[in-house]
T-cell receptor, first 116, second 113 residues
């Protein structure tokens, strides 16, 4: 079945630094990837939609300069949290939609970001 | 209009019992309704999904019931097991599933021995 890998699974950084999270589709090509943020015991909130070769579409209220998304290839999308602050601490999850037309989203295992 | 309301927030069921989680939506453009299971520290995994052209879909111990006129759908877990203890999210999307999902608020299920 389709597999989406996220790296790193956990990251701790100092306030003011930038952190990059990778989302890879391992056995399929993903034309579209979605990035979500999840707070403890809360639902998933969509941050942005990432299409290969084009600029990401951000949801209302999400700072595009804060959360940089790059989808440079059909198997890789990255989320960079720039100048991270403690309030950016969260669980970030990506999902990928295959180009085969199956219309099934596959989620990564998530990345836990802790900003000190 | 984009919200998906989910209840209950938490649920405790005895082993072997039936777990029932309910969701309601407003947007009539939604035409794909998946349920996801999430374990702590992991991403959601697709459990089962339904389209509005059927009223029920069953896969093993998991059944989705769908009421199009009431704009409600529910997940039934038969013979609930301790390994089913997880957070369950309903979701909805237009366009057959290839678009962004709108998630419910989640239900924490605990199955006790």
């Amino acid at each position: 079945g389709a597999v989406v890998s996220q790296h790193p699974s956990r990251v701790i950084c100092k306030s003011g630094t930038s952190v990059k999270i990778e989302c890879r589709s391992l056995d399929f090509q993903a034309t579209t990837m979605f990035w979500y943020r999840q707070f403890p015991k809360k639902s998933l909130m969509l941050m942005a939609t990432s299409n290969e070769g084009s600029k990401a579409t951000y949801e209302q209220g999400v700072e595009k300069d804060k959360f940089l998304i790059n989808h440079a290839s059909l198997t890789l999308s990255t989320l960079t949290v720039t100048s991270a602050h403690p309030e950016d601490s969260s669980f970030y999850i990506c999902s990928a939609l295959g180009s085969s037309g199956a219309n099934v989203l596959t989620f990564g295992a998530g990345s836990r970001l802790t900003v000190l | 209009q984009q919200q998906v309301k989910q209840s209950p927030q938490s649920l405790i069921v005895q082993k072997g019992g039936i777990s029932i989680i309910n969701c309601a939506y407003e947007n009539t453009a939604f035409d794909y309704f998946p349920w996801y299971q999430q374990f702590p520290g992991k991403g959601p995994a697709l459990l089962i999904a339904i389209r509005p052209d059927v009223s029920e879909k069953k896969e093993g111990r998991f059944t989705i019931s769908f009421n199009k006129s009431a704009k409600q759908f529910s997940l039934h877990i038969m013979d609930s097991q301790p390994g089913d203890s997880a957070t369950y999210f309903c979701a909805a999307t237009p366009g057959g599933g290839g678009n962004k999902l709108t998630f419910g608020t989640g239900t924490q299920l605990k199955v006790e021995l």
